[in-house]
Nanobody, 127 residues
């Protein structure tokens, strides 16, 4: 059974940092593009960041560029999202996602591009 399990969310003051982790099991994801999405209350799910299987290519939404860093440890089947200089507008449920295909050469930005999803972890940034 394929599972993506996020952790690391919580309540933090503006300007603070959090590190999200997503551990994958049930399948090898070390060869898959993976992404982080977020969904704020009443809004659509949006891409935050994406990383190719090798880690060589990454994407960041303009709203997080320069503040968030995506990385992965393929030996641990884990992807991370380091979030610095957090703002209240970063408050959302953060989801990890993975593609079924292997060896994609690019990142993917749309919800429909991903085949597997975690349950999400809440990030709340207070002002």
């Amino acid at each position: 059974q394929v599972q993506l399990v996020e952790s690391g969310g919580g309540l933090v003051q503006a300007g603070g940092s959090l590190r999200l982790s997503c551990v994958a099991s049930g399948r090898t994801f070390s060869k898959s593009t993976m992404g982080w999405f977020r969904q704020a209350l009443g809004k659509e799910r949006e891409v935050v960041s994406s990383i190719t299987w090798s880690g060589g290519t990454t994407y960041y939404a303009d709203s997080v560029k320069g503040r968030f860093t995506i990385s992965r440890d393929n030996a641990k089947n884990t992807v991370y999202l380091q979030m610095n200089s957090l703002k209240p507008e970063d408050t959302a449920v953060y989801f990890c996602a993975a593609r079924r295909e292997y060896f994609d050469s690019t990142y993917y930005l749309n919800v429909n591009d991903y085949d597997y999803w975690g349950q999400g972890t809440q990030v709340t940034v207070s002002s």
